[in-house]
């Protein structure tokens, strides 16, 4: 996968992407483009309420995928129940990962503490800090 470019963050945290994702071999590559939204929404963890993602953050999405194959949502909480329906019933090109499918990937890879995860963030996904 290649990010080409990410927007600022917004007031939720999260971050907007376009990229594209390698279908093809290294030497006679073939991309699919796609455009990412992220949202860092509170999961409802010790007694918090859940903020999911809904109808309004995925349309949000879909507009922005015009000119792509397909659009990924990445949310540290869940998704609403309607918003993912409506996805599937209009049949729009789009993959959904909530905050489960996340830590279930990290425990998967071996990064179950959040020591392991902090290491993992800072060693391979490092971010220059914001301008002032």
């Not at 006679?28 to 990412?36: I, Q, R």
């Not at 999961?43 to 349309?59: F, Q």
């Not at 879909?62 to 909480?77: E, P, Y």
């Amino acid at each position: 996968m290649i990010v080409d470019a990410i927007t600022r963050s917004s007031v939720d945290g999260g971050r907007d992407a376009v990229g594209r994702y390698l279908l093809g071999l290294t030497d006679d590559p073939v991309y699919a483009e796609f455009s990412l939204e992220a949202k860092c929404y509170q999961p409802g963890l010790d007694g918090a309420p859940i903020n999911t993602v809904g109808v309004r953050e995925v349309s949000r999405l879909i507009s922005r995928i015009r000119h792509r194959q397909f659009g990924v949502l990445v949310t540290t909480s869940v998704i609403a129940r309607q918003a993912y329906e409506e996805v599937r019933e209009d049949r729009h090109p789009i993959i959904f990962l909530s905050g489960k499918d996340i830590a279930e990937i990290l425990v998967a890879n071996g990064f179950s503490t959040p020591a392991a995860v902090r290491t993992l963030l800072d060693t391979e996904f490092w971010l220059a800090p914001s301008p002032s």
